[in-house]
């Protein structure tokens, strides 16, 4: 499909793409950087890429494709310093959790002769690094693409047909909009995540042996959510500020009203907003995208009997 | 161990209690209680008892341990009609979220010849009723029991036995410490879930099949939290009032501090917040209370690697 693709960056995102390329064949050379010479050492080592280079202007040359894989927060460095190296009618992307950002900050330094088509893959766990990449990563999950308007629609399938090979489901989207939806589906919940982890972290009067012990009634949800890497995390709040404080006021106010519910000791409300998440949570599993075990499929070896309908008691 | 336990409520722990005594054989006799009809039914379908009652007090009389296992909010009514029919030197134990209230609410009408030691089996799943049982449901979870000042402490052996039986990790704990501990890893977080999830179905600038197909980024872990029981919830949060407020009053402060250095646009602050974080992860992934699989291993079958450490990329 490609001759051969650049990879800027090799964590956990950069480093699936070159297993889930090397997989359905779908470029001849890989090649890559990453500024961390450990992780230069583990792509090597892990055959993530054919060859390392140095600098990102290096990488880029004469690759068909090349992608973005590094925080949010360092591509307008990296597109000002590979902008005049990329390959005439190459194809740029990225998959940064923020869009609009992203094209404010790369646009300006890419050759009208590049096709520059942001990408968002929805996909992660809480690791990071070389080492934490699968190739499978991609599989059933969305691939929001990003692009600008009058751009090549050909180039837009080609890399459209990429994402699918990999195994994700592709639409496109107005950046903006993008923006608001991961504010509402990604973002936020994350910072509330972490607030959790942090606001337990801070509470003396119980010790955090215990908060770990009994961490199974909810909050190691939570931790996992939290646990996720704290350099992409930074950039995708302050790259995305406006739409997270929005989406946050919101929550906040929300919050503020379950809370009187509870001073007042107002049941029913109460009662009635805890029944409405349950259909929302149902319309995830339906869309293919959680599965319907009890507890995530935690413990599927030992659960014999999986039968359970959400149901009153 | 016991000649007849009496099951009062046979919904997800209930079920699960009724499995686990059959898998583990630990009593001649199996009873029970349910309001609803439709439960009624299919716990004798299910072999969840071998007799329901139409009333409690008829389904405690000559059990020699009885277990609670309806919401918290029913329990001062079933406590003042079971207490003159329990069965002199029986033991009295329930499996509600929250302790002091309980405590409150049943101990005076409880004769003195019966043993009414609280329990608090640490183990659920989002879903409910008497089908979403399964007898491994307590298996390597913690028990709390917070036993009365003067509970016969052979009692207490005993009833920790039982719990030990059936897979659990016992620890004793004072009830007000108890509820503390309690609001931080499961009341709060999920209040907060709930929240996140009505915050989204509020929004009418994106559409709920949005926030719906791109969950998998966060927002699908706030769900299974929020799917849980509505009913068992308006309890805990109805009597856990002041720990809930007191905890959520401290969360909201913390989140207000995040926001600011987000508005501020404070990146070191934030990452060094974010950093915090994943120790505590890794400290529930020591205590063995969760998996240190990727996604919690939502996709263990198609995942080929899961070496993943938690690194910087």
Partial sequence: MFERVALIGVGLIGSSISLAIRKHDLAQNIVGHTKSSEST????????????????????????????????????????KI?????????????GSVKRFVIDKVVGHIPDNVHFIPSHPLAGTEFSGPESGFAELFENRWCLMTPLKGTDPDKIT???NFWQTLGSKVELMDPNHHDTVLAVTSHVPHLIAYTMV?????????????????????????TRIAASDPTMWRDVFLSNKEA??????????ELFALQR???????????????????????????????????????????????????EP
Same sequence: chains 1, 2.
């Fill in 83 to 95: 902008g005049p190296k990329l390959k005439q009618g190459s194809i740029l992307t990225d998959v």
């Fill in 198 to 222: 942090g606001t337990a972290d801070h509470l003396h009067r119980i010790r955090n042996s215990e908060v770990i012990q009994y961490s199974a009634a909810g909050f190691r949800d939570f």
């Fill in 158 to 160: 080609e890399l459209s």
């Fill in 244 to 253: 997270t404080l929005d989406i946050l006021g919101r929550f906040t106010e």
């Fill in 261 to 311: 519910l509870i001073r007042t000791e107002n049941g029913p409300e109460l009662f009635d907003y805890f029944h409405k998440t349950r259909a929302i949570r149902q319309g995830i599993i339906e869309a293919g995208q959680d599965t319907a075990s009890p507890d995530f499929g935690r413990s599927t070896s030992t659960i014999s009997k999986t039968r359970g309908k959400s149901q």
């Fill in 41 to 80: 050492r583990l792509a090597l080592e892990l055959g993530l890429a054919d060859k390392m280079y140095p600098s990102p202007e290096e990488a880029v040359e004469n690759a068909d494709l090349v992608i973005l894989c590094t925080p949010v927060g360092t591509f307008e460095t990296i597109a000002r």
